[in-house]
């Protein structure tokens, strides 16, 4: 061992922050010498078996943002921060070697391929290296809600209403106090470039209603922006529909997704503008789709790999297509309807999309052209700035008829462009050279 000193180690995965970091708060309550470690693993910049990339440039480059930003603000608590482009179970022998790792803290994760990636590193170091996990992205933590995993409701009204009723939000974990600066360590990692990870340098779309950069000080930027400057909360539910421009809605959910954002966080800040400001439908809906994105992890929690699966959670039958000339046209924007053209050539141009567009194109996709709703998450799962496992798969089970939706139903898309875009402005914006 060439390092004699005992070292925690903060392995950061989803969780790319120091406010409300109880992994981070617990290792550095330990009294050892702290270090992080962020891994750009290989397979995730790949191909995947449905033909896109784990990651498109846009999150990619988000992330790439996130974590230069969550280097700065551990540097300033005194903690290195690590980075390899590489697989942790070939990395991690050596950290534990060189540094003398006896601890390891890190989220808790039980999708298939982060378990298995936890399984492989455990193997590969010392018996006596100790993981502690720590649930750390939920609104209510597990420990917290009247229900066993088995036993959370199929319908999200249910969960929601027991969760409201006997559940309560913890505090958030404060930012602990700096480490001594003899804490920080020699060896200093280089964070891949864009091109590294195999990706063109690319210039943001002027179109976007998402031009913000990753990182934990944009996020909390973005909150500040959203309630206390433009006092939007106020307004959400109202113009949460909304399809072009900023502020129509949060936009918290990119970074709510790579954990740069805490939702406790979110949910006492509401508390506080609701004090402070006003309390509505808007403030309180807010909450509810907090408590949505809870329920997704919880189903995923509960059902494991079926999520993945095509006949989904009600294994269900459908006739369902992979017709490779049918899905590029979805994807280019080449359909029979200029609504879900736009959304589908907004997402490929910004990476970002609106939650009635992401309605409206996955009920197109599943429901009117029938192609398999894998393929159709698979693409999301590429190109979205915000994705996240369990909200991308439910939400797409619930379209497609085999999630989390008893009415199984099917959006009329012309209808809705006549709601949401009546004047045609968002079809516009997208369809420039075309006529609709």
Known sequence: MQDQQKTSLVWFQNDLRTHDQISLAKAMA??????????????????????????????????????????????????SLLSFFDTPKKVFPHLVKEYGVTEVFLQKEWT????????????????????????????????????????????????????????SVREVCAIPKAMPKKNTIHQHTTIPTLKELGYEAFNTDARTAFPFQGGENEALNRLDHYFWE???????????????????????????????????TVYHKINQYEKEVVKNDSTYWLIFELIWRDYFKYISLKHGNVIFKQKGILVKEYEWKTDLKLVNKWIN???????VNANM??????????????????????????????????????MLLDYDVHSNYGNWMYVAGVGNDPRDRKFNVALQAERYDSQGKFQRLWLQNSLF
């Open 333 to 339: 924007g080449e359909t029979s309807s200029s609504f």
């Open 30 to 79: 330990k009294g050892n010498r702290v270090i992080g470690v962020y891994f750009f693993i290989p397979s995730q910049f790949e191909i995947s078996a449905f033909g896109f990339k784990k990651n498109e440039k846009f999150r990619a480059k988000f992330l790439l943002e996130t974590v230069h930003q969550l280097k700065q603000n551990l540097a300033q608590l005194n903690i």
């Open 230 to 264: 433009s006092k939007k909360l106020s307004v959400y539910k109202k113009t949460r529909n909304g399809l072009i421009g900023t502020d129509y809605s949060s936009k918290f959910s990119p970074w709510l997704a790579n954990g740069s954002l805490s939702p406790r």
């Open 345 to 382: 050539l907004e997402i490929k141009n910004t990476g970002w999309m609106s939650n009635r567009g992401r309605q409206n194109v996955a009920s197109y996709f599943a429901k009117e052209m029938l192609l398999d709703w894998r393929i159709g998450a698979a693409y999301f799962e590429a």
């Open 112 to 167: 298939q391929e982060e378990l298995d990636r936890l399984k492989k590193v455990k193997d590969a170091v010392a018996p006596n290296v100790t993981f502690t996990e720590s649930f750390n992205q939920f609104l209510f933590h597990p420990e917290d809600i009247p229900l066993s995993f088995n036993r959370i409701p199929q319908i999200f009204t249910q969960f929601r209403k027991i969760c409201e009723k006997k559940a």
